[in-house]
């Protein structure tokens, strides 16, 4: 037997050897294949109990490396830890010589440095803790209370902030870490403590203290790779996080219990030991009840930690929100005039944090004297709110100048609303404050290219209307007289041909320098275009404006030197006067035009007044004015339609529909001219209801063809425009032919919609209410109030042909295109470049944003059967 047990122990134990052997052979293989596939990942290892930290076995231990160590283990990873101090590890981090930092809260700024995963791996939260008997059972508890916690830290600000919210005030006990902070509670110097919960929550029985129920400044916590790299991990950690986290009983939810639960006590001293063996008998009976007990209490503390998450998961939607969000979200008490939360963007809108401008007097974020404006909008919008004249969803909006940190300014658009906070039940005023810098610039910008001439610096048509309309309301004020003239250089073309168009804008500078200087301070001179220059000679007779002409001829007849030339330049004038010969602008250019026509003809290098006898030059006007009253009803009008396509697909976006006059002897005529014949003579409400008629029943028959594209435009003289039964009249075509209202946009021009602006919006209020679209043509030519366009309810803007034309070579009409683009899309419209011929001005259009555009490079405008073969035979390239 005892030979038996040497020989079967024998056998065993070289056996045993044998398989060690071949265990370690096997091991050793694994080992060596897994470390080939397997992908080692350097994790920072630093010191915060218990999230993590060195473990007594020198390893890292606490909550994330488990729950690291969970997912390594899913996605076949060898994790090796790095020991670092926390700021040693972020450098570390950042260089790429760490792959993975865990217990990163997300910030912007972070972001900046890091990438993160998505799925927070743990949410953290301070709370505050207090002796058994303490008494502290909400936040109001807190007041006057001497509360322990790290001072200056981010806890300090946010507690104060959050009780700020309800008037509590507490004496700060200031302790250097979360244990001191609970021993100065043990020890009678404090009354609560706060710390991080998973930390407290551990250590808490220690000390004899238990959680009071205030927590706040959640944060998410994450994994954080160097910014860009090691995507895949992050990958893996939601790949492997989001079921951990969905399912109750994973090993996610056990390392969570197992960490939140207290510490256990690590010294029991020798004497009491045999005591406790006694009790040890005891206790296994009463551990049975308490095993029943606490597995009903785990459930319990599971389901408040589920809700917890799920609060917590809520809030930091919100805080990511508001911290992603260009825009500044705040809330302001009306009665102290104090920001009570500004979200954090504010600090990459003005440089201030938050807290910094929540301690602010509303006077500091506002540039000086703004703030009586600000305050009378919050007094007025509380008394209405007060008064129930004004709700909740009633927003008032400014645009305000606010400081910067570094001295500078920003323009902002602040939209804001009042409301009653749910939780301490007082009035408050919320609101959205944006950045609206680049929008005021490209105002400013587009109000200096679309108004002053960019050769000469004079101003241009546009400002010329308004200086226009300034002179004649004095005039008609005061019963004086004024006197326009219009100035064209003799043989201008001569120059431009011969010594070429550089020498030729020299000149037309020389002059209009000339001009500037031989007329009064209050006189307005400008550049139509081309040699063209109109004055307004303000306070003036005709013998005053014949005295003023002849200096004016003399100057301008004097010799200049371009280049190497010595040039000399006579000028014609015609002049019209005011209120004789017309009372409105268009009237007295076109005399004063007819004037110095007469000029050009008899005698150049002179001037000549208007007289009725040259009214035989409008001949032309009475005859078209004359045939047009037959043109509607002998079928003498057709419309054309011009397709217009996205820059970037050429898809077909829409059509516009141009009228046309085939005149029996005059031929076929261009709307240019007789639109303004029509408008005069008042036929164009016939001839404007009958476009709208005919291009309803057009578009109609598109759609019964299938070949409709989504919306057809049609011009609206400014005559028609301020007809009040318009929105009537357009619903009357709209039902007859049976076409929705946002099929059909109505085109009208910059300059009558900023004409008289408030009647135009009220217009377009009523139109887009009715359902119907809002085109504003021409744009870039009218006196552009921006901030009236801001109001206005258009979908689209039409950028003027006279930009397009030229982008190729004028540097100008690229920055005036440029800017209206981004006008437009700060307004959230579309924009449509009118009149694109080349491949080059759609190439440039595309690169700049431009959403749609219409031009001969796509298509001309063509008869109605033309247009419906085209759609027809575009079937596929139409938007739906
Ligand atoms: N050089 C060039 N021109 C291009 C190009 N693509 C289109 N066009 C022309 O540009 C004009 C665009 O129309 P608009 O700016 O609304 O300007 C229109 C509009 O203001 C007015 N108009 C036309 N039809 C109507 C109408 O039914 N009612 C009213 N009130 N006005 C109309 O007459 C103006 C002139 O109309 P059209 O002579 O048909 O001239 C049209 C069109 O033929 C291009 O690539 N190069």
Known sequence: MFQRFIISHGLRAAATQVVAVLFGALLLVAGLS????????????????????????????????EILREIAARE?????????????????????????????????????????????????????????????????????????????????????????????????????????????????DADAAVANHLFGVRRAP??????????????????????????????????????????????????????????????????????????????????????????????????????????????????DLAESI???????????????????????????????????????????????RVQEVIARSMAEYIAGERSTSDAVMLEVEQPRRDGSMVWTEVVGNIARNPITGRLEVRGVTRDITERRSNEARIQQLAHYDQLTGLPNRVLLRDRFAQLQALAQRHGQQFALLFLDLDHFKNINDTLGHDAGDQLLVVIARRLETALRAGDTVCRLGGDEYIMLLGECDADGAAAV???????????????????????????????????????????????????????????????????????RALLLASALRHAVAGGQLHL?????????????????????????SLGVLSPAEFIPVAESTGLINELGAWVLREAARELRRWQDEGVAPP???????????????????IRRELDEAGIQPERLELELTEAVAMDDPEKALHMMRQLAASGVRIAIDDFGTGYSSLSYLKR???????????????????????????AIIRLAQSLGMHTVAEGVETEEQLAFLKAEGCDEAQGYLLARPMPADDMRAFLAANRALIVR
């Open 711 to 729: 919306m057809l435009a049609v011009n609206l003289s400014a005559v028609q425009f301020r007809r009040p039964d318009l929105p009537e009249c």
């Open 549 to 619: 002409v002849r200096k004016l001829i003399e100057l301008v007849s004097e010799p200049c030197t371009v280049g190497a030339h010595e040039l000399v330049t006579t000028p014609s004038i015609g002049i019209a006067m005011y209120p004789d010969d017309g009372e409105d602008l268009e009237t007295l250019l076109r005399k004063a035009d007819v004037a110095m026509y007469r000029v050009k003809h008899e005698n150049r290098g002179d001037f000549r007044f208007y007289t009725s006898e040259m009214q035989a030059h409008t001949e």
């Open 792 to 818: 206005f309810t258009a979908h689209r803007l039409k950028i003027d042909q006279s930009f397009v034309r030229d982008i190729g070579e004028d540097e100008d009409d690229r920055a005036i295109v440029r």
């Open 206 to 319: 220690q000390y004899a203290l238990v959680t009071a129920p205030v927590v706040f400044q959640p944060s998410g916590l994450f994994f954080a790779t160097t910014r860009g790299r090691n995507l895949d991990l992050l990958a893996g950690i939601d790949r492997q996080l989001q079921p951990l986290k969905a399912d109750q009983s994973s090993q996610y939810f056990r390392i969570l219990e197992r960490w939140a639960a207290p510490a256990p006590e690590f010294v029991v001293p020798t004497m009491l030991r045999k005591l406790m063996f006694t009790l040890l008998a005891i206790g296994v009976v009463l551990g049975v009840v308490v095993i029943v007990l606490r597995s009903q209490v785990r459930a319990r503390t599971r389901e408040r930690e589920r809700l917890a998450i799920e609060v917590m998961e809520s809030e930091q939607r919100y805080r």
């Open 76 to 188: 076949g990873w060898q994790l090796r830890y790095e020991r670092c101090e926390w700021s040693v590890c972020l450098g570390l981090l950042d260089a790429g010589e760490i792959d993975l930092m865990p217990d990163v809260a997300f910030s912007s700024e972070r972001l900046e440095r890091f990438s993160f995963h998505d799925v927070v791996a743990l949410h953290s939260w301070s709370q505050v803790f207090k002796p058994t008997d303490s008494g502290i059972e909400s936040i109001l508890d807190l007041d006057g209370k001497r509360i322990a916690m790290l001072a200056g830290s981010v806890q300090e600000v946010a507690l104060r902030a959050m009780l700020a919210g309800f008037d509590v005030e507490f004496e700060l006990v200031p302790a250097d870490s979360f244990d001191e902070t609970f021993a100065l509670v043990a020890r009678g």
């Open 326 to 372: 260009y825009d500044v979200i705040w809330t302001l008490d009306p009665e102290t005039l104090r920001f009570t939360y500004v979200s954090p963007s504010v600090e990459r809108l003005r440089g201030y944090t938050p807290e910094e401008v929540m301690n602010m007097p509303l006077e500091a974020t506002l540039a000086p004297g703004q703030l009586g």
């Open 34 to 65: 897994s470390a080939a596939s397997a992908r080692e990942v350097v994790v920072g290892l630093y010191e915060n109990e218990p999230k993590i930290f060195t473990g007594s076995d020198g390893r890292a231990a606490g909550i994330f490396p």
């Open 640 to 664: 054309h339609y011009q397709p217009q396509f996205d820059v970037s697909t050429r898809q077909v976006t829409g059509a516009e529909a141009l009228v046309r006059w085939s005149h029996p």
